[in-house]
């Protein structure tokens, strides 16, 4: 399967952005998807997760309450709604696929990523 992610841009401490992320190849109903970011000089992290039902949904503690993730698998689209954005979001958004049975945090456990999408927060 093949992931697009897009919908980055460059916001205000507080604002919101919604990232799309489309998949081409296979049907997205297939996978559990995630959301991982990668700042500068940092590690790539978790972020948020959604099982391939909608079903069940994990997130980083530090964005609960701020980001939610979802998905119109008839679309085979996945979306990350970011609100009350802050500057330490500021990182490249990548979206990823897993084709196993339980939904998981763990970022060696996606087997297809896409491109990335850069998210800027200015102060």
């Known amino acids: 399967v093949q992931l697009q992610a897009s919908g980055g841009g460059l916001v205000q401490a507080g604002g919101s952005l919604r990232l799309s992320c489309v998949a081409s190849?296979?049907?997205?109903?297939?996978?559990?998807m995630g959301w991982f970011r990668q700042a500068p000089g940092k590690e790539r992290e978790f972020v948020a997760a959604?099982?391939?039902?909608?079903?069940?949904?994990y997130y980083a503690d530090s964005v609960k309450g701020r980001f939610t993730i979802s998905r119109d698998n008839a679309k085979n689209t996945v979306y990350l709604q970011m609100n009350s954005l802050k500057p330490e979001d500021t990182a490249v958004y990548y979206c990823?696929?897993?084709?196993?049975?339980?939904?998981?945090?763990?970022?060696?456990?996606?087997?297809?990523w896409g491109q990335g999408t850069q998210v800027t927060v200015s102060s």
């Open positions: 190849g296979r049907t997205l109903s297939r996978y559990q």
């Open positions: 959604i099982s391939w039902s909608g079903g069940s949904i």
């Open positions: 990823a696929a897993d084709s196993r049975v339980l939904l998981t945090r763990d970022m060696n456990e996606y087997d297809y």
